[in-house]
């Protein structure tokens, strides 16, 4: 047990570590040198009052269905889930983003397995058993009650850490359990190999 304990120890603080990256969109972006505040935008997601801003800036949302010298290559939704699934190339994709996913994933995955375990200790039959002495009965303990009991605590600290890790990776954009990008980026009106080049931009602190 102690090597997978140790493993998940190791996935909690490197979840720690990513922790403190944001999965809102980050306002500002820098884009061939140029820096572009993107909060008149997402003030208008959340209204769609008046005309809407930055309109090149499109939301885009999809797969990673490989890599190349300029990014990820996506098959994605570009301007909503009403346009047509395309393959695009995303420069300056959300590496962060989907590295914490495949962490927490890991992470979530190592302490159901920590749970499997725990439950199948905590449920085995105890047989306690009753002796007679020259001053009547006396009960014998089945010796796996300590066992038993340390299980049961032991499989309740893991469940609260499942609850954690599965409301953390709530937060992150997935489809049937797999991490999925959704950004907004920048429509380049290039093309690389054929698919059409968008940019989410560098992030600027």
């Not at 800036?57 to 890599?67: A, D, P, R």
């Not at 889930?81 to 190592?110: C, D, F, H, M, W």
């Not at 999925?180 to 380049?188: G, N, P, Y």
């Amino acid at each position: 047990m102690k090597p997978l304990f140790h493993a998940v120890t190791a996935l909690v603080l490197l979840a720690m570590a990513v922790k403190v990256l944001a999965v809102t969109e980050p306002p500002k972006r820098m884009v061939d040198g140029v820096t572009v505040d993107l909060s008149p935008l997402l003030a208008w997601r959340k209204s769609h009052q008046g005309d809407r801003p930055l309109t090149r800036w499109v939301e885009l949302k999809g797969s990673i269905v490989g890599t190349n010298g300029l990014g990820w290559v996506l098959f994605a939704h570009a301007g909503g889930k009403t346009s047509k699934e395309t393959k695009v190339i995303l420069k300056n994709p959300p590496q962060a983003e989907g590295a914490r996913y495949a962490l927490l994933a890991a992470q979530l995955e190592a302490l159901k397995q920590e749970r499997a375990r725990f439950q199948a200790e905590a449920n085995q039959p105890l047989h306690d058993r009753k002796v007679r002495t020259r001053r009547g009965t006396r009960v014998l303990r089945d010796p796996n009650h300590a066992e038993v009991k340390d299980a049961k605590a032991q499989l309740a600290d893991v469940n609260q850490r499942v609850k954690v890790v599965e409301k953390e990776l709530a937060q992150l954009p997935s489809q049937n359990g797999r991490y999925v990008v959704d950004c907004l980026a920048l429509q380049t009106g290039t093309v690389a190999g054929g698919l059409p080049v968008f940019d989410r931009g560098a992030i600027v602190p």
